[in-house]
């Protein structure tokens, strides 16, 4: 795959063509999921990213290698639709419950002395509510309704099936905000000097819950809906 990157393209179509980007826009803190339809200039200018050394990291980043197999663009709906259930439902399914215990535990000890971790346990709790409930509405509708179109795409089908994407884009831009604020009142996961083991491992789980469901959105409104 050629390396051809321009300022005009957006960002979510960048890591649909090259998916090793995807670190380089997270250490620079550009969402490529719910942000993805803004052009790369556009990010650069809101963020005031200097061009070149971004421009570099996307290069480095786009030099395809021996791994590369796995082209998400490849797969047909049913099989991205069964990856996403297998690997990014099923992690959300197990994690969120653990993750929600881990949260009000550390918020409880460390609360008093920490008030932000409160705000946290609130916002985790309402992401939590928002994705057991979208990831049923996704399994249960939206998801049988893309297949359905793509056997057999007529007007209607296609109708029926924006709406229901609609509603499934405005509650990832929602969920996103929510991950945006819990990253913005602990300063990037910074970890206090009296922060215990359990406090550490909390933080760590977020990061890894924020990392997730960005890859996952990314599939499902860049890839899978943008389909439609």
Same mark, same amino acid.
């Given at each position: ?7 005009? #393209? ?6 649909? +063509?090259? *998916? ?26 809101? /963020? ?7 421009? !570099? +990291?996307?290069?480095? @980043?786009?030099? *395809?290698?021996? +791994?590369?197999?796995?082209? =998400?663009?490849?797969?047909? +709906? ?9 690997? &990014? ?5 197990? $994690? ?7 949260? !009000? ?8 002395? &920490? *008030? ?6 609130? =916002?985790?709790? $309402?992401? !939590? ?12 509708? $939206?998801?049988? @309704?893309?297949? @359905?179109?793509? /056997? ?13 994407? #609609?509603?499934?884009? &405005?509650? &990832? ?7 945006? /604020? ?12 009296? $922060? ?15 990392? #997730?469901?960005? /890859? ?11 389909? @439609?």
């Amino acid at each position: 795959m050629g390396m051809n990157i321009q300022l005009t #393209d957006r960002v979510g179509d960048i890591v649909r +063509s090259y *998916p090793k980007t995807a670190e380089v826009f997270k250490e620079y803190r550009i969402d490529f999921c719910c942000g993805g339809n803004k052009s790369l200039l556009q990010v650069i200018r809101d /963020q005031e990213i200097e061009e070149e050394v971004l421009f !570099k +990291s996307l290069v480095e @980043a786009a030099v *395809p290698t021996k +791994s590369d197999s796995l082209n =998400w663009s490849e797969l047909s +709906s049913s099989e991205l639709i069964d990856y996403i259930v297998r690997v &990014h439902h099923g992690y959300l399914k197990s $994690a969120l419950p653990h993750l929600s215990e881990y949260v !009000k535990k550390v918020a409880r000890v460390h609360g008093p002395h &920490h *008030p932000e971790l409160l705000q946290v346990d609130r =916002w985790f709790e $309402a992401l !939590k509510s928002d994705m057991e409930l979208h990831m049923e509405k996704e399994e249960r509708e $939206a998801f049988p @309704a893309v297949i @359905a179109f793509e /056997q057999d795409p007529t007007e209607l089908k296609r109708e029926r099936l924006l709406r229901i994407l #609609d509603t499934l884009e &405005h509650e &990832h831009e929602s969920s996103g905000d929510l991950l945006k /604020q819990i990253r913005e009142i602990t300063k990037d996961y910074e970890l206090p000097e009296d $922060a215990c083991t359990t406090f550490q491992l909390t933080y760590l789980k977020l990061e890894e819950l924020e990392a #997730d469901m960005f /890859q996952h959105i990314h599939l499902e409104n860049n890839i899978l809906f943008n389909r @439609a």
